[in-house]
T-cell receptor, first 114, second 112 residues
Framework: LAKTTQPISMDSYEGQEVNITCSHN???????ITWYQQFPSQGPRFIIQ???TKVTNEVASLFIPADRKSSTLSLPRVSLSDTAVYYC???????????????FGKGTHLIIQP | DSGVTQTPKHLITATGQRVTLRCSPR?????VYWYQQSLDQGLQFLIQ?????ERAKGNILERFSAQQFPDLHSELNLSSLELGDSALYFC?????WGGGYTFGSGTRLTVV
């Protein structure tokens, strides 16, 4: 499994765009990149998943450069409720079996201030 | 409601005891994963089942075991409990073609 490196913590202000970068230098050809958000005492929640280039959904964008050795989660116009831990996971998602026990690291603790 | 149901939500038990945590995956998901989260260890992968069969093992202790039943619900059995087993235990499920995991709300286990 590809090892990931993220900042331990970040802070920003309401209304700002926040970018969290994850390094995954040994990403394999079949690996996907998935980001999760976790609030205290709750299970992580899927945010976005991608393989290459850019993916956008209603809550975030995911930028993946051509070499795929890093990825950036972009949260537009954050609010206080975006204060949470964000995890970057990299791993294979084979057909017929789901994702094989991906390990979450310590994640990035994002703090949004008024 | 994520679609993944975990019971019980809270459990307090004494050292040396045995408990069973239950998980019903999201409808249609064949894969079930168990995770342990404690303050100092982060989110640790324990074990994965796919359609009734064990698929992958992580940092699961020998005192812990799990199984997935024909109706796809799963149970995590924790025995000879120690104080250090106090943690949040999450179950997650996933579909066939990516889309990430869907987590339940967890079971908070307190061993006293």
């Amino acid at each position: 499994l590809a090892k990931t490196t993220q900042p331990i913590s970040m802070d920003s202000y309401e209304g700002q765009e926040v970018n969290i970068t994850c390094s995954h230098n040994n990403i394999a050809t079949n690996d996907y990149i998935t980001w999760y958000q976790q609030f205290p005492s709750q299970g992580p929640r899927f945010i976005i998943q991608g393989y290459k280039t850019k993916v956008t959904n209603e809550v975030a964008s995911l930028f993946i450069p051509a070499d795929r050795k890093s990825s950036t989660l972009s949260l537009p116009r954050v609010s206080l409720s975006d204060t949470a831990v964000y995890y970057c996971l990299v791993g294979d998602i084979p057909p017929g079996g789901g994702a094989d026990g991906l390990t979450f690291g310590k994640g990035t603790h994002l703090i949004i201030q008024p | 409601d994520s679609g993944v149901t975990q019971t019980p939500k809270h459990l307090i038990t004494a050292t040396g005891q045995r408990v069973t945590l239950r998980c019903s995956p999201r409808s249609g998901d064949l894969s079930v994963y168990w995770y342990q989260q404690s303050l100092d260890q982060g989110l640790q992968f324990l074990i994965q089942y796919y359609n009734g069969e064990e698929r992958a093992k992580g940092n699961i202790l020998e005192r812990f075991s799990a199984q997935q039943f024909p109706d796809l619900h799963s149970e995590l059995n924790l025995s000879s409990l120690e104080l250090g087993d106090s943690a949040l235990y999450f179950c997650a499920s996933s579909g066939e073609w990516g889309g990430g995991y869907t987590f339940g709300s967890g079971t908070r286990l307190t061993v006293v």
